[in-house]
């Protein structure tokens, strides 16, 4: 069976990867192509950030021992988990974009093919200075955040690379050229597991 790619959105805290998401949301609103994932985390909604689906930690534990995440991870002290609903998406031609650990993209691509990548970047300097901005998180955790190691992205498959340096407009844009040319580039690809 053909399924639209799940395109995974990485990049380090303070890159501005929901600010983006959230304008690529909006800009392709009427197409129809894209699905944009509400993910579930163990974090209060009113904790502010991202628009998320709020769990207690055991509710989480739940769901994921049922099979109803098709990825979860952990970080910060937290769990997040995209729900295995999204699928349906898939298979209806839609792509479905989804904000991602790093970690989780070496199973995706083993696992959940075709895969995108999206890798959402800034300078240090930058990302400190969002970091700061947001308020979550003391001085402590912001220099621990910024020099965390992240895990080495797999060699293979689609990659693009968005810097979000500067006016947000212009990360959008690039934004939203790589989520097209990954949904393009799955579909003019056969899918390498063999099941499309």
């Given at each position: 069976m053909s399924l639209a790619p799940l395109i995974l959105v990485v990049g380090p805290s303070g890159a501005g990867k929901d600010a983006l998401i959230d304008g690529a949301r909006r800009r392709l609103a009427a197409e129809g192509r894209f699905h944009f994932v509400r993910r579930v985390l163990t974090r209060p909604a009113s904790a502010g950030g991202e628009d998320h689906i709020?769990?207690?930690?055991?509710?989480?534990?739940?769901?994921?021992?049922?099979?109803?995440?098709?990825l979860s991870w952990r970080a910060h002290g937290l769990a997040y988990g995209i729900p295995r609903a999204v699928e349906a998406f898939r298979r209806d031609g839609v792509a479905v974009v989804a904000n991602v650990s790093r970690s989780v993209v070496g199973p995706a691509r083993l696992n959940l093919a075709?895969?995108?990548?999206?890798?959402?970047?800034?300078?240090?300097?930058?990302?400190?200075?969002r970091l700061a901005g947001r308020g979550r998180e003391t001085a402590e955790d912001i220099h621990h955040r910024l020099h965390r190691a992240t895990p080495a992205l797999p060699a293979s498959g689609e990659v693009y690379t968005v810097a979000n340096d500067f006016a947000?407009?212009?990360?959008?844009?690039?934004?939203?050229?790589?989520?097209?040319?990954?949904n393009r580039a799955s579909s003019n690809h056969p899918d390498p597991t063999g099941s499309r």
């Open positions: 709020s769990v207690s930690p055991a509710e989480f534990h739940r769901t994921e021992a049922a099979g109803g995440f098709l075709p895969i995108g990548v999206v890798v959402v970047t800034a300078r240090p300097a930058v990302l400190a200075a947000l407009e212009d990360g959008i844009e690039r934004f939203v050229a790589a989520l097209v040319a990954l």
